[in-house]
């Protein structure tokens, strides 16, 4: 077994330690409206700044892990958790002290988002990651980014570690019968922020 496979059997299993010894709720109930929620700026995501008639200011730069970013006559400017028009509010307020009434447009180019922002996935998917959560995202949304689920996944004991108003909830999800069977019955809404928990099966 590899090392990385190891590290993530040990995760789920911290994680389902914590969601109550691995109590499974029932189902997700599938509300269709989403979240209709502006972007917000993360870590990794990429901007193309733009500076109206300066050229030379504008840029395109990543936001640093710390959530900040730098560019020409900014330095170090908190970006994280910001929608674009915030962020292009704040960089205009920094080079107003440079140039007269700059005109500043930013434009989100690679989506990570913030931790709020993501649906994290782990355990046995083809591709375990962190994806930017998009408005009426759901369960099957999710599975395509990621590839489905492996082999060696136990796809109907999957949950979802969902963190909201000072509690965390955990519920059961049917991923062999939606990836493999094709049952749509088993599709359900998702959150920013959700964890998909996918376990190892044990036969």
Request: charged fraction near 15%.
């Amino acid at each position: 077994m590899s090392v990385r496979r190891s590290a993530a059997i040990g995760l789920v299993a911290l994680v389902l330690g914590v969601g109550g010894c691995g109590t499974v709720h029932p189902p997700l109930a599938e509300p269709a409206s989403g979240i209709d929620a502006p972007y917000l700026v993360g870590p990794g995501d990429t901007l193309n700044i733009v500076v109206w008639r300066n050229p030379e200011l504008s840029i395109i730069v990543p936001v640093r892990p710390d959530g900040k970013i730098t560019t020409p006559l900014v330095e170090d400017l908190p970006a994280s958790g910001k929608t674009a028009t915030q962020l292009a509010r704040d960089i205009e307020k920094v080079l107003a002290k440079y140039i007269q009434s700059p005109v500043v447009t930013v434009i989100v180019t690679g989506f990570v988002g913030p931790y709020s922002q993501q649906v994290r996935v782990i355990g046995e998917a083809a591709r375990p990651q962190a994806l930017a959560y998009r408005q009426n995202m759901t369960l099957l949304d999710v599975m395509i980014a990621v590839g489905g689920i492996t082999d060696f996944a136990d796809g109907n004991k999957a949950s979802i570690l969902r963190t909201g108003g000072g509690k965390t909830e955990q519920f059961g999800v049917r991923l062999t019968h939606l990836v493999r069977g094709g049952d749509l019955s088993a599709n359900v809404a998702m959150r920013p922020g959700d964890v998909l928990i996918i376990p190892q099966s044990f036969f």
